[in-house]
Every structure is written in C-alpha cells, then in structure tokens.
C-alpha cells in the first residue's frame, strides 16, 4: 500500500481519517497522507506522486470539501506551507497561511482591502480557486500575482490575475481542474486605515453608516465576523452550526424565475437573474435545523443559516448527501428550479 509513492518528505502509508481534515468531520481513510511545509516539498510530493500514478487530493483548511465515506485511493497531502511578507503595500502569503490570520496580519499592518473577507475559512492559496468574496469584495480585486505549479508541464511559474480565468458565479481555471497547484500569492492592497466603500445593506447597518461610506478597516472586520457568527459561519468546535462547508448550494442564476419564485430576492447577474438559494429552500418547506427528523438525524441543516448542511456528530458523507439530496428535490418540486452544490465533492454526488 503505497509503495509507488517516492516523495522525499515523511508520508504515511497507512489509513488516514479524512473526516478529521475537514470542517463537515465527514470522509473515509486516504489510502496515504503526507504534510508539506514548503512550496518545495508540496510540488516534490505532488511530482512524485503523478510519475508513479498515484491519485493526489491536496487538503487545504478542509472547508469546502466533501469526501466519500470510501475514503481516496491515493495520496492525500496537507498543504501546510507558512510565510508572510509585507514590501509596501505588497503582500505576499504561502498558499498553507490560514486565510482569516491573513486578513488581521493585513490590518495590522495598516493595509487596508481585505477587511470585508474577515472570517472565511480556508487557507490563503484557496482564494484564487472560488475567486472567495463576500460583502462586495473579491479576491480578484487585489490579487497581483500568484505562483503556480503545472502538473502536465512540470513548471512552475508567477502568473498574473489574468491567466486566472476569473469570470462568473465564482469561476477560475482552477476550478474543477487538479492541473494547478498554487504555492503563493501576493495581493496588492491600499495602505491605509479606512475601508473600502460599504457595499452591503446589511452591513451598513451593523456599523451605523450608509452604503458608499468608508469607516475604520479594523471596525469592518469585526462587524464582518459579527455578521457570520450570527449565521453560524465563523468555525468553532463546539458549535455543531459550524460543522458544515459554509453555503453547500450556489445561488442559481436564471434566465427567467417562474411565477412561483416571483417573491425571492432578486439581483441582476451578466447571465441573466441571480436569486437566493437559502429563499427557495426555507420557502419550499425546509426551515432552519431541519432534518433531525430526517434519516438517522445526524445530518441537518444550520439553526443559523437554511445554506448550510451540518454534521450534528456521527453523520456521514451518504448522510449529508442523502439530506442535500431531498433538499434540492424538494425545491425542485416547489420551483422547477434544480439548485447545484457550491463545494467541492470527492467519490460522492447527489443521489
């Protein structure tokens, strides 16, 4: 087991519990687990592993990943790489810095453009895969560069945000693809301690002011992770609310909304009309908590936030894809409308 794996860094050829490297706490054994704590171990692992044929899932912060009770049949590799550096208002970060430390590393810097992406979950080196935003910003708008290694070509090479293929509902080339492995990026941000223009209603009104007015950065952050604790999404180990991939569908975008959905929030979208998942769920009779009467009642949904499916202890990966799967029907029924799962899923798909 394992034998075709030749890394040049400690791996571990036996079962290792995916459940335990991710935030749903749901998955089989990887066949073989290794940690990389450089950009130079992580592509040596990842190198070694495709010459021999060897499958490859890299784990990240684990909060957008979904893996099969059966486990993967190859090498899993944490991605632990660590580094910050700070060159004006430059910031360059290793792909294994935990995202949210990134963030209040930056303000405390006294740079400012990060602060409306405080409390998402996950590693730096994830943000450019889902372009992660939230409350008006994007990780396209700062991004300035990032290094990439190809698994067909061998290389590794800086690209620009151009090459990233960012485009719409949260697009990248990277995603859905296990061609690239991003090792770092670099973000250029305002030196400054006002934030960005207020964007969002809600948040507006959590600090007092209105949409387009700047106010402290650091307030921003600490209203942003106000606002997500609230709905369950800033991660917490005694809080089963959190035991979840955030938001498990997107939001559909239509090029028309039946009559039935006519009353959901609505918002113009380059493809036609974006609406909200969470509205058509709760409005086709799923409210929050639900499903502890569903199944064996380990899988349910948030009591914060109808978009996120938890593990309230001891569900499994057929558990929360039995439950995502009576909700999408479910909403199917009530809408027409067939809502599509936002995180990434490995061996397991909707039933």
């Known amino acids: 087991m394992g034998r075709g794996i030749r890394g040049r860094v400690p791996w571990a050829p036996v079962p290792t519990a995916i459940s335990g490297l ?21 592509v040596s692992l990842v190198r070694d592993a ?13 909060s957008n990943l979904v893996v099969s009770d059966d486990g993967f049949d190859g090498l899993v590799v944490k991605v632990e790489t660590s580094g910050v550096r700070v060159d004006g208002d430059s910031m360059w970060v290793a792909a294994g810095e ?29 943000t450019p895969v889902q372009n992660v935003g939230a409350y008006g910003t994007v990780t396209s708008d700062v991004l300035e560069s990032l290094t990439v290694y190809d698994r ?13 293929g960012f485009g719409l509902h949260r697009q990248s080339v990277f995603k859905h693809s296990t061609r690239y492995v991003i090792l770092d990026t670099t973000m250029r941000l305002r030196r400054s301690g006002s934030s960005d223009p207020v964007r969002y209603a809600g948040l507006a009104d959590r600090l007092g002011v209105t949409i387009g007015d700047t106010v402290a950065a650091k307030d ?3 209203a942003v992770l106000d606002l997500r604790r609230q709905k369950g999404m800033v991660l917490d180990a ?17 090029a028309e909304v039946p009559s039935s ?11 036609g009309i974006k609406i909200h998942a969470a509205w058509l769920i709760q409005n086709a009779g799923f409210a929050h908590g639900y499903g502890t009467e569903f199944g064996n009642g380990t899988a349910a949904l948030s009591t914060k936030h109808v978009l996120a499916i938890t593990n309230r202890g001891g569900a499994t990966t057929a558990d929360v894809m039995a439950l995502a799967s009576h909700i999408r029907d479910g909403v199917e029924a009530e809408f027409g409308i067939t809502l599509v799962p936002e995180c990434d899923l490995v061996g397991c798909s909707l039933a």
């Open 98 to 126: 935990r995202w949210d430390g990134v963030v209040a590393r930056s303000l405390d810097e006294g740079l400012a453009g990060l602060e409306a992406l405080s409390g998402i979950p996950g590693l730096s080196g994830a």
């Open 50 to 62: 495709d010459a021999s044929g060897t499958p490859v899932l890299l784990v990240g912060g684990g």
């Open 238 to 254: 005694s809080d089963h609310d959190t035991w979840s991939v955030g938001s498990f569908f997107l939001n559909p975008v239509l």
């Open 220 to 222: 921003v952050r600490e």
């Open 152 to 164: 067909e070509t061998g290389e590794t090479s800086v690209w620009g945000p151009e090459r990233c």
């Open 22 to 42: 991710t935030t749903m706490r749901v998955g089989g054994p990887a066949r073989a687990f290794a940690v990389a704590s450089t950009s130079d171990e992580l």
């Open 261 to 271: 959905a006519s009353r959901a929030p609505q918002y113009p979208d380059p493809s």
